[in-house]
């Protein structure tokens, strides 16, 4: 079973923010929420992660409900080089095993 | 600039042998992994690494070795045990294993076996 759940493709128009959203109602009290993106044929890229408080950096900011069953990555201003496959995943404590195993992800289409 | 890299980034091997995937990080990270990816899906891990010299098999490792001799290097053999190996082979390096860090992919080897 997976466990979290994304739109399967979300659109946006450039330099407006966007909100992709993630369902992980069977998250554990000592899960990590990642976020990872990838474009075609490359490697994944980091985006931003945390456990129960918001977090905010370069890229991203990310939204963590207070029953940590849902989540939100938000990209304040989108642009073309932000279209890529975004992946929400819960990362446990050791060892590193299917916890990177990415589901199908949102599609994110930015519109020039 | 401190990144990943893997090369090649395709390779074309005939069944039956023994193909190697490099895998260098200048990241100074102690933690290192080897994914595969398939068409469409997710990452699955083949290996991981904490320290040199000691490595981990993952959720697929059948068909696959790796050496971790020193801490920029991890290459990874896709033997001919393996009975898919055509995919897209993605290495990553942490700072550690834990899943407080993040990890950093490399741009990918596509390895296509006829």
């Known amino acids: 079973d997976a466990k979290t759940t994304q739109p399967n493709s979300m659109e946006s128009n450039e330099e407006e923010p966007v909100h992709l959203p993630c369902n992980h109602s069977t998250i554990s009290g000592t899960d990590y929420i990642h976020w990872y993106r990838q474009l075609p044929s490359q490697g994944p890229e980091y985006v931003i992660h945390?456990?129960?408080s918001n977090v905010n950096n370069r890229m991203a900011s990310l939204a963590i409900a207070e029953d940590r069953k849902s989540s939100t990555l938000i990209l304040h201003r989108a642009t073309l080089r932000d279209a890529a496959v975004y992946y929400c995943i819960l990362r446990g404590p050791l060892p590193p095993n299917d916890d990177m195993r990415f589901g199908a992800g949102t599609r994110l289409t930015v519109k020039p | 600039d401190g990144g990943i890299t893997q090369s090649p980034k395709y390779l074309f091997r005939k069944e039956g042998q023994n193909v190697t995937l490099s895998c260098e990080q200048n990241l100074n990270h102690d933690a290192m992994y080897w994914y595969r990816q398939d068409p469409g899906q997710g990452l699955r891990l083949i290996y991981y690494?904490?320290?040199?010299?000691?490595?981990q098999k993952g959720d697929i490792a059948e068909g696959y070795s790796v050496s971790r001799e020193k801490k920029e290097s991890f290459p990874l053999t896709v033997t001919s045990a393996q009975k898919n190996p055509t995919a897209f082979y993605l290495c990553?390096?942490?700072?550690?294993?834990?899943?407080?860090?993040?990890?950093?992919f490399g741009p990918g080897t596509r390895l296509t076996v006829t």
């Open positions: 990553a390096s942490s700072t550690g294993l834990a899943e407080t860090y993040e990890q950093y």
């Open positions: 690494s904490q320290i040199v010299n000691d490595f």
């Open positions: 945390g456990l129960t």
